[in-house]
């Protein structure tokens, strides 16, 4: 199913069947404590889900589908910055979600962004000073 196929410019298949109960930070730090993820994998995948959300304009980032983008941005971002990356099944572990569901997501995903997972220098320095000003 693409997101096309759920509903135009909609992130529905995303969205869990309830709001998770592991807080949005508690669930970042899990991906640094058992990944050990490099911070630029957290930026291109902040990227690539304003990407997602820029093509999906009536969507919003909300309880039920942070967590699902989130592990799917980050397996996006981990495979398109490194030669060498975790497992599928090691992402999904950590996400807490079934391998199957990851595989799922991030085709999705990649469909929602049309498969443009590059970012240039300037996109991501622009990415990173809007981060730090938030922080």
């Known amino acids: 199913m693409s997101l096309t196929e759920n ?13 998770p109960s592991i807080p949005l930070g ?20 902040y990227i690539l889900m304003q990407r997602l959300l820029k093509r999906n304009p009536r969507s919003q980032i909300n309880p039920l589908n942070v967590h699902r983008l989130l592990v799917a941005g980050i397996t996006v971002a981990e495979k398109s910055l490194n030669d060498c990356y975790w497992r599928n099944t090691d992402y999904a572990i950590v996400g807490a979600i079934s391998n199957e569901e990851l595989n799922e997501l991030e085709v999705l995903f990649l469909e929602g962004i049309n498969y443009k997972v590059v970012v240039e220098e300037d996109e991501y320095i622009e990415a990173l000073n809007k981060i730090h000003r938030r922080a």
Do not use: W
């Open 7 to 19: 509903k135009p410019s909609s992130l529905l298949a995303f969205n869990a069947k309830q709001i």
């Open 26 to 45: 508690e669930y970042i730090k899990r991906f640094d404590d058992y990944l050990q993820l490099s911070p630029s994998t957290y930026i291109v995948a």
